[in-house]
C-alpha cells in the first residue's frame, strides 16, 4: 500500500505527461485559429459572402470532436477526474456540432453559432492552456484568474447560443423526421430525435445551475485563496475538468 501512495505522489510519467502537454497545447492552436477565423470573417467579410458555418466548419468538427479525447485520458487514469461528468460535459458539446450543426442546415444559420464559437474559443484556450502549463509547473496567476473569471459571462452565453442552435435545428428535424423510427418496423421500437433534441434542451434548466455554481464555487476557493492561490490552482489543474 505505501509503495501505491508513493507512486500516486509522482503523479504520470514522462510519456503521458509529453502526450498530455501536446494534446492541450494542439487544442489551444486549433481554438485560437478559431477565434481568429470568426473575428476576422466579422472584421473582414469574406468576398463570397460565404456563410460563417463554411469558414469554421472544419476546425469545429476536429477540435470539438478531439475533445472525446479527454474522457479516454480520464478512463485511462492519465487525468484525475470524474468519469462521468467528463463524459456528459464532452458529449453536450459534440451533439451540439455532430448533432445540430453537421446534419441540419438550419443550426448553422443560427444567431447560436457565432455565439457558440466566440465562448467555445475563449474557454478553450484559456482552459487548455492553463491544463498545459500546469503540466510544466509554469502555470501564471492571470491565467487562473482568467480561468476562473470569464466563465461569468462565457457560460450564460455560451449555453444561450447552444439552445438557439438546438431551436434553429427543430423545424428541420421534425419536418425531415431525421433521425427517427415510427411504428410499424422491424424493430418494434419508435424514437423521435425532435423529441430527444426537445428532452436535451429541457435538461439544461437543472444542469446549467449546478455547472454555473461547481465554478463560482471553484473561484472562491482557488482566487479567493490569497496567497494560496497558485499552488491551489497547480493541484486543481491536475485533477482535469
Not at 438550419?106 to 467555445?120: Q, V, Y
Not at 426537445?198 to 449546478?210: C, E, G, N, R
Not at 482557488?222 to 491551489?232: L, M, Q, V
Request: some cysteine; charged content about 10%.
Amino acid at each position: 500500500m505505501a509503495g501505491a501512495k508513493s507512486s500516486d505522489k509522482r503523479g504520470p510519467g514522462l510519456a503521458v505527461k509529453v502526450w498530455l502537454f501536446s494534446y492541450n497545447f494542439l487544442q489551444v492552436l486549433g481554438w485560437s485559429y478559431l477565434l481568429y477565423q470568426l473575428v476576422n470573417y466579422y472584421t473582414n467579410p469574406p468576398a463570397s459572402k460565404a456563410p460563417l458555418w463554411d469558414i469554421v466548419k472544419l476546425g469545429v468538427i476536429v477540435f470539438q470532436n478531439a475533445a472525446f479525447l479527454e474522457v479516454i485520458n480520464v478512463g485511462l487514469g492519465f487525468v484525475k477526474s470524474n468519469l462521468i461528468i467528463t463524459f456528459f460535459q464532452v458529449m453536450s458539446r459534440l451533439i451540439v456540432v455532430d448533432g445540430l450543426l453537421i446534419v441540419t442546415p438550419t443550426a448553422p444559420e443560427s444567431i447560436g453559432l457565432p455565439l457558440c464559437i466566440l465562448c467555445w474559443s475563449i474557454a478553450e484556450i484559456t482552459r487548455y492552456l492553463y491544463y498545459a502549463l500546469n503540466i510544466i509547473d509554469a502555470v501564471p496567476y492571470a491565467l487562473v484568474w482568467c480561468r476562473y473569471t470569464f466563465f461569468w459571462v462565457l457560460y450564460p452565453v455560451g449555453i444561450t447560443g447552444e439552445l438557439l442552435c438546438y431551436y434553429a435545428a427543430q423545424s428541420y428535424v421534425q419536418e425531415h423526421n431525421l433521425f427517427s423510427l415510427s411504428l410499424p418496423n422491424k424493430l418494434n421500437i419508435a424514437f423521435s430525435y425532435h423529441y430527444f433534441l426537445i428532452f436535451m434542451m429541457l435538461l439544461y434548466i437543472p444542469l446549467f445551475p449546478q455547472m454555473f455554481m461547481h465554478m463560482v464555487h471553484q473561484r472562491r476557493k482557488i482566487i479567493g485563496g490569497g496567497g494560496a492561490a497558485k499552488s491551489e490552482a497547480s493541484a486543481k489543474g491536475k485533477k482535469g475538468r
